[in-house]
């Protein structure tokens, strides 16, 4: 007596090869779609990635309630190296600060918003490192720091950064670059970080007040 046989659907050959093919073209789409969303959200002037123009703005890193993490905040207008720039000569200029940090093999030592070897400090939020000492002279001793780190007092101890033969022009660029990568929103990362103390002096305060106070005085 002959052997009966039962072939279900779901378990004949040609039934998966349509389905491994469905699933293929599915993911597909599926990777196009997300790949367009990240480059949106990671491409500079963004929700969370601003303009290169940031830099010609104040940053801060305060703690956000309802998100509860710190988060990075634009403030008034604060140039870098006293000269706000155009959108065109902000992004020439932190670009070239990325092209020295890549230069450089920073990452060999360094991470950047997470990603590099952890030899050295990260370098997100550098530009609000405390270390600097204060909001008025971070910037000059940010220049002079990667210029010759070798007799710089922080320094001196433990883990020490080499002198890597940067330029004041390629200096000033990568100021600019760690200046606009600590503006990007990283949902908190560093986490803890206490940023440096930016809070006007009087005098500043004042000379932020006077136009506008001039703007809203009736003409006499």
Not at 19 to 27: F, H, K, L, N, P
Not at 84 to 93: I, N
Not at 107 to 116: I, P, R, S, Y
Not at 181 to 187: K, Q, R, Y
């Amino acid at each position: 007596m002959a052997e009966m046989t039962t072939n279900y659907w779901w378990a004949s050959e040609s039934f998966w090869k349509k389905m491994a093919i469905w699933i293929t073209a599915a993911s597909a789409v599926v990777l196009i779609f997300l790949t367009f969303d990240t480059v949106a959200k990671i491409t500079a002037g963004g929700k969370r990635v601003p303009a290169y123009s940031v830099i010609n703005h104040r940053i801060d890193y305060v703690f956000d309630e309802k998100r509860n993490h710190q988060v990075p905040v634009i403030g008034p207008e604060e140039p870098l190296f006293g000269r706000s720039l155009s959108e065109s000569e902000a992004a020439e200029l932190v670009n070239k600060g990325k092209l020295t940090v890549q230069a450089k093999n920073c990452m060999n030592c360094h991470t950047l918003l997470g990603n590099g070897a952890y030899f050295a400090p990260d370098l997100t939020k550098s530009w609000l490192d405390p270390a600097w000492g204060s909001k008025e002279v971070r910037e000059q001793s940010m220049i002079e720091f990667l210029m010759d780190p070798s007799d710089k007092l922080h320094n001196a101890l433990g883990r020490r950064m080499p002198k890597l033969g940067i330029t004041e022009e390629e200096a000033r660029a990568t100021v600019a670059f760690l200046k606009w990568m600590s503006a990007i929103d990283t949902n908190g990362f560093p986490a803890n970080f206490k940023p440096i103390d930016q809070a006007d002096t009087p005098a500043e305060a004042g000379a932020q007040a006077t136009p506008a106070a001039a703007e809203s005085s009736p003409v006499q």
